[in-house]
Nanobody
Framework: QVQLVESGGGLVQAGGSLRLSCAASGRTFSTYTMGWFRQAPGKEREFVATISWSGLSTYYADSVKGRFAISRDNAKNTVYLQMNSLKPEDTAVYYC????????????????????WGQGTQVTVSS
């Protein structure tokens, strides 16, 4: 069983920055693929970014590429999402997700690729 707890959300003006954190339980965190998703009001939950177990491979949605950065610290069982140049359209609840199956040969971009989810943290960007 994996428990995920997000933190770091809040209210920020357009152009500002936030850093989200996701603390995970479990002794094998270093083997998990981790992802960030977001869900805006009235919209489906969408993929934002993913990082491999080693941290060497990352992949981003086109909408955040160049502005967001995903990273992880396996010694702290934590994954991060640094969000820069925030836009009002980035407003959403942000969710951390964990995939515990062995890393394969494709990017994991779908909700069903992940078996564990955090409770979410609200990010609001004002114009």
């Amino acid at each position: 069983q994996v428990q995920l707890v997000e933190s770091g959300g809040g209210l920020v003006q357009a152009g500002g920055s936030l850093r989200l954190s996701c603390a995970a339980s479990g002794r094998t965190f270093s083997t998990y693929t981790m992802g960030w998703f977001r869900q805006a009001p009235g919209k489906e939950r969408e993929f934002v970014a993913t990082i491999s177990w080693s941290g060497l491979s990352t992949y981003y949605a086109d909408s955040v590429k160049g502005r967001f950065a995903i990273s992880r610290d396996n010694a702290k069982n934590t994954v991060y999402l640094q969000m820069n140049s925030l836009k009002p359209e980035d407003t959403a609840v942000y969710y951390c997700a964990a995939r515990t199956q062995p890393y394969g040969s494709r990017w994991y971009l779908l909700r069903n690729d992940y078996g564990y989810w955090g409770q979410g943290t609200q990010v609001t960007v004002s114009s």
